[in-house]
């Protein structure tokens, strides 16, 4: 499901928030980071703090010039453990 007001999907686990890090150029490789952004309640303090998770993806991809089947394993993850602060934003 995509929630209208962002653009971002929402699942059971909260947002999958995705960004392009490091772009295919020819490189043979294309780097992702998907953010975990859980739901958050906020209490009457209008912030709190949070946990969560990234995964950054890398994967691998046909070079120019280069064979158009790939063999063997496609994507490595690595993953980053967050803190931080949720507070309300008014835009």
Do not use: F, W
Not at 4 to 23: D, H, M, Q, W, Y
Not at 28 to 46: A, D, F, R, Y
């Amino acid at each position: 499901m995509i929630d209208a007001k962002c653009g971002i999907p929402r699942s059971n686990s909260g947002r999958l928030v995705t960004v392009l890090v490091e772009p295919d150029s020819d490189t043979g490789k294309e780097v992702t980071l998907t953010l975990l952004l859980p739901t958050i309640n906020l209490p009457s303090s209008l912030q709190n703090p949070i946990e969560t998770e990234a995964i950054l993806t890398t994967q691998r991809t046909v070079q120019r010039g280069g064979s158009r089947i790939l063999e063997g394993q496609l994507q490595t993850y690595h993953t980053l453990s967050l803190t931080g602060t949720a507070r309300r934003v008014n835009v």
